[in-house]
């Protein structure tokens, strides 16, 4: 089960997929990441200012995608990796994100807790065009 | 008007295949090399190129620069405009006077020169160059054991202390076959006749190193760190003995035995080596080449303080895991 994002889709988002563009509320404070219309925290302001994150975290959770669990968009790293980890990733600034963990030792070390920064990675290729994006590797 | 490099950045991908893989597969190892550096299947030039330049912006306001010179024999498309990936990546501005270096191992040297220049022009306050490379040949080739990936970066600023650039010089000649690749391959090549292919590169390197001596009226000793692109031990040792640079003064800037040969990148992370142990009033030379063929000698001088860096060389050398090479060949889509 593949998730397509066309070309436009995926452009929209570049601050967002390449150096990790948020949004901070102006009447909370809080980040949003991703952008949203409505800002999650209190649910009434619409108004933002751009704010782009540092990209240092830690790791909130982790699973490992191993053999055919992965997504068509992602059978590439299947093939090389056999197995890869992802891990929902606790920013600094407060938002949780979803990212694939690269550059780890061994599958064993990564811990709940572990301190991670933010990689700029191809992330996969669809019709001969390269999406890249954002992982973490530990810090 | 004065342009040094006030900062730099290195990357070296965290894979690393030893010499023995090759030694097992096939017998032997064409390469001078102990191990060298291999792109995860998520790397290419223009990721490498992001690590290395956002390392070297630690400290620089994105903002200011108004250059962005990039190098690399290898970049994932052949048409397109690349500047604008890296642009988005690091969050420069969109009015940076953006180039585009490829086609020999001298877009390395090329970029920073013309970055030099185009810091004149430019109102801004600083020019990045990223040189990040790759090169790759068929895995039945010799010439492929060596090829190694890298990426190093650096921010050029107008009238202020660090890595002074004093002058350049120059040199291009006609040499068929040496290493090459034509319009649509994707791995290099030669004709594999050596003793032919160290003579072009000896009177290539020779001729700009010379020429930059005489232009700048500096001796060979007046340098502290000499980096010349590495052919291989013993020509790159004799045509420096004879150039007139002792043993000292060449093995600051040596490190392609455990990195490989990164193409447009190999005399700049040599560059970036020597900033190791380096003192103001030093002087550094660095000589870039090119099959095909030409040559770039350039000539520093560090004034005051060293360029900033996050991560040096030497610490990147040993943050690595080793692959097995039936994992290299996964890699390189051969199997
Ligand atoms: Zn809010």
Redesign the pocket.
Known sequence: MGAHISIPMYQRAIPQRYRLVGQK??????V?FPPKAV???????AEFAPVKLSGRGTVYSYTVIAGGGAPPEFAEIARCKGRYPVALVQLEEGPVIIAQLVDVPEEEEIFIGMPVEAVFRKIYEEEGVIRYGIKFRPA | MSVSVVSYGVYLPYLRLKREEYISAWGSCSAEIKEKTVMDVDEDVLTMAVAAAKDALEHIEAEQVSVLALASTSFPYQEKVMAGTIMEALGLPSDVLATHHGHSTLAGTEALLTACSLLAQAGGKYALVVVSDAPSASTAQDIEHSLGAAACAFVLAKEEPGLVLEGAYGYVSEVMGVRYRQAGERGIRDIGVRSFAAQAYTRAVEAAVTGLLKKLECSSEAYRHVVLHYYDLRTTASLGKRLGFSEEQLKGGLVYERIGDTGACSTLLGLCQTMENISPGDRVLVCAYGAGSGSQAVGFVLEQEKPACKTPLSVLLEKKRYISYTHYLKLKGVI
């Not at chain 1, 800002?39 to 302001?45: I, W």
């Open positions: 509320c102006v009447k909370c404070g809080k949003n800002c999650k925290y209190c649910l009434s302001s």
